[in-house]
Every structure is written in structure tokens, then in C-alpha cells.
């Protein structure tokens, strides 16, 4: 029991972060789908900078703290 609060002590944080970029970000998109709406200047950018869309689809994947396996877990 007292492994598992653990792992929900180090997984909460992450968690959080992540869903509110998610959230700030998906808000300006919806916006987008109005007529006569202007693009917001994060999305602007991401779509002068390829490159990071990359930055930003692995930070959506892997979030905020992306967890390792230590050796022994690998067994």
C-alpha cells in the first residue's frame, strides 16, 4: 500500500500539468473553428517551425515527467 502512494505521489504532479496545457491549449483551437477567427500566435508559430511540433507531440506523449525503468524492473 504504501508503494502504491508513492507512485501516486510522483505520477500527480505530471498528471496535472499536463491536462492544463491540454486544456489552455485546446481552448484557442476551438476558437479557431468560428468564421472569421484569427489563429492563435502559439499556433502561428508551430506552423512557421515544424520542428516543433515534434517538441510539442512529445511532450502530449511522454508528458511532463516521463517515467525510466530502472534495470531490475526490466527483468
Known sequence: MRELRRVQRRRTWPVVVTQQIQRNAQGPLLAVTEPGARMPLVLR???RAP?????????VGLGARPER???PAMR
Open 51 to 59: 520542428r516543433l511540433t515534434r517538441v510539442v507531440g512529445r511532450f
Open 69 to 71: 525503468l530502472s534495470r
Open 45 to 47: 508559430a508551430l506552423r
